[in-house]
């Protein structure tokens, strides 16, 4: 089991920046994958960020070049520094991590999320 706690959320200003942090506990070494995921209001929630157990980062299109995803594995905790935001990334941001399960499948821990308002 993997235990999430996301912190860093706020009010912030068009063109300002932020760091979300996630805090992790629990069998951390069978995680293969963390994630970033937002939602807006009244919007499906949508993929932001991956980072892999090798170091690999992808982004999704919205947020490639102005977000950072990262990793402090002394501090278990994953970052997602967010810069030059818009309105449009206004949402909750949740922070997951991915485990083995049974032979081939996964199963994906997550936080409850942390609230990222940012004003035009």
């Known amino acids: 089991q993997v235990h999430l706690v996301e912190s860093g959320g706020g009010l912030v200003q068009t063109g300002g920046s932020l760091r979300l942090s996630c805090a992790a506990s629990?069998?951390?070494?069978?995680?293969?994958?963390n994630h970033w995921y937002r939602q807006a209001p009244g919007n499906q929630r949508e993929l932001v960020a991956t980072?892999?157990?090798?170091?690999?980062?992808m982004y999704a299109n919205a947020v490639k070049d102005r977000f950072t995803i990262s990793r402090d594995n002394f501090k278990n905790t994953m970052y997602l520094q967010m810069s030059s935001l818009k309105p449009e990334d206004t949402g909750v941001y949740y922070c997951?991590?991915?485990?083995?399960?049974?032979?081939?499948?996964?199963?994906?821990?997550w936080g409850k999320g942390t609230l990222v308002t940012v004003s035009s």
């Open positions: 629990g069998v951390l070494f069978k995680i293969n994958t």
């Open positions: 997951t991590a991915e485990t083995p399960y049974g032979g081939s499948g996964s199963m994906e821990y």
């Open positions: 980072l892999t157990r090798d170091g690999s980062a």
